[in-house]
Structures are given as C-alpha cells and as structure tokens.
C-alpha cells in the first residue's frame, strides 16, 4: 500500500499544489471551506485499493475497512459524503495515470472484446456528433449499429 501511494503521490504533483495546513483566519477562529486535509493522492489510493481488492460496495469498504483498519494510513479520513464528492474531483487525474503509467506491456497475448457498443440507430448515424470521427458503421449477429 504504501507503495501505491508513493508512486500516485509523486504523479499528483504534477497536478495539484501543496495543501496548505493552517485553515485560521486572522481573528484566530477556524473559517468554513477550508481546503481538504486528505491530498488527491490519498482519495486515488483508496478507489485503487478499492479495486484490487476486488470490493463489491464502495460505502461498506470506506466505512468499514478504511475508516477502522486504516488509521495510520489515512489520518484525516473525510466523511463518506465528503469523499464521495473528492473522488469525483479526482477521476480525471486517476483516469489519466492508469492510462499513462499503470498499463503493463504486451506480453504478446491480447484479448479482444467484441461487444458491439452502439452509439445510435444506424438510420441516424448521419447526424450523430459525440462520436464523429471515432465511431463507425459494423454489422453483428443482431443487424446494422453505429458506434
């Protein structure tokens, strides 16, 4: 585990400034909106955690292993709301270092998904526009797609 949160931390630097750790304004009181303790890299090590382990439910392994069995790990562990919130902020920045750095090499044996994932009907592909350039007519054993 620590390893894992190492190597993310070291990819989030690139991403996200230092937290500040003082959150007192001048009066001495703490404010509201006072930025996160947890860093980015901590949120990313729990979803990845979260899918190694192979956990069917996010909210049971939060509250249940990490919040009990992960202490020293995480010490500012945040309310399952409040993560829940970070783990969105943080998707694209876990999306992009599974692409960039967590793809092992080819071993020369690949497997191949063949599940046709249809964009539109295929009588309105010629003005469909999310998936222009990427998507393409096919033929499966159910007909005609675009996707």
């Given at each position: 585990?620590?390893?894992?949160?190492?190597?993310?931390?070291?990819?989030?630097?690139?991403?996200?400034?230092?937290?500040?750790?003082?959150?007192?304004?001048?009066?001495?009181?703490?404010?509201?909106?006072?930025?996160?303790?947890?860093?980015?890299?901590?949120?990313?090590?729990?979803?990845?955690?979260?899918?190694?382990l192979r956990q069917r439910d996010l909210?049971?392994?939060?509250?249940?292993?990490?919040?009990?069995?992960?202490?020293?790990?995480?010490?500012?562990?945040?309310?399952?709301?409040?993560?829940?919130?970070?783990?969105?902020?943080?998707?694209?920045?876990?999306?992009?270092?599974?692409?960039?750095?967590?793809?092992?090499?080819?071993?020369?044996?690949?497997?191949?998904?063949?599940?046709?994932?249809?964009?539109?009907?295929?009588?309105?592909?010629?003005?469909?526009?999310?998936?222009?350039?990427?998507?393409?007519?096919?033929?499966?054993?159910?007909?005609?797609?675009?996707?």
């Amino acid at each position: 585990m620590p390893q894992i949160l190492g190597i993310l931390d070291e990819f989030c630097k690139y991403f996200a400034p230092e937290l500040k750790k003082h959150t007192l304004d001048i009066c001495g009181k703490r404010r509201r909106n006072r930025p996160c303790l947890m860093s980015d890299s901590e949120v990313m090590t729990i979803l990845v955690l979260f899918h190694i382990l192979r956990q069917r439910d996010l909210k049971s392994f939060y509250l249940g292993y990490v919040c009990n069995h992960m202490r020293k790990e995480f010490p500012h562990r945040l309310s399952y709301n409040r993560f829940v919130e970070r783990q969105a902020k943080v998707g694209l920045h876990l999306l992009l270092f599974l692409q960039t750095c967590a793809l092992g090499k080819c071993t020369g044996i690949s497997i191949i998904d063949s599940t046709p994932l249809k964009s539109c009907n295929i009588k309105r592909a010629h003005s469909h526009k999310t998936m222009k350039g990427w998507a393409a007519k096919g033929k499966c054993t159910m007909g005609w797609f675009y996707g």
